[in-house]
Nanobody, 123 residues
Framework: QVQLVESGGGLVQAGGSLRLSCAAS????????MGWFRQAPGKEREFVAG???????VYPDSVKGRFTISRDNTKNTVYLQMNNLKPEDTAVYYC?????????????????WGQGTQVTVSS
C-alpha cells in the first residue's frame, strides 16, 4: 500500500506563490498516475492537476497557466507549483494516486490519498 504525505501549505497573499510536495512510500510510485485535488468548506472535492507516469500533465481551466504539476520518481515525490494565487484557491489540497498510467479527473478513480494540507490565500 502506498502512503502519501503532503507538505508546503500555508498562508499567502493574493498574487503570491506556494509549492506543495507529496512524498510517497512504496516501490510502485513511478508506475502510477498522480493527481492533486482540493476541497473548500461546503464544496465538493475538485480536480486541480494530474500527471501521468510518463510526465504528461492535465489541468482544469480554473488553474491552467497558474498551476504546474511535476514529479521526481527518484525521490518518489510529486509537486504542485501554484503561482498568482487567488482567494478562491483557498482549500485543503490533497495528493492522490491511482494504479494506472493515465490521469483521471474523477476522485473515485484514485486508489490512495494523503491527509491534505491547508492553503489559505488572503485578499
Amino acid at each position: 500500500q502506498v502512503q502519501l504525505v503532503e507538505s508546503g501549505g500555508g498562508l499567502v497573499q493574493a498574487g503570491g506563490s506556494l509549492r506543495l510536495s507529496c512524498a510517497a512510500s512504496g516501490r510502485t510510485f513511478s508506475s502510477h498516475a498522480m493527481g492533486w485535488f482540493r476541497q473548500a468548506p461546503g464544496k465538493e472535492r475538485e480536480f486541480v492537476a494530474g500527471i501521468t507516469r510518463d510526465g504528461g500533465s492535465v489541468y482544469p481551466d480554473s488553474v491552467k497557466g497558474r498551476f504546474t504539476i511535476s514529479r521526481d520518481n527518484t525521490k518518489n515525490t510529486v509537486y504542485l507549483q501554484m503561482n498568482n494565487l487567488k482567494p478562491e484557491d483557498t482549500a485543503v489540497y490533497y495528493c492522490a494516486g491511482r494504479s494506472d498510467r493515465w490521469v483521471s479527473r474523477t476522485r473515485r478513480e484514485y486508489d490512495y490519498w494523503g491527509q491534505g494540507t491547508q492553503v489559505t490565500v488572503s485578499s
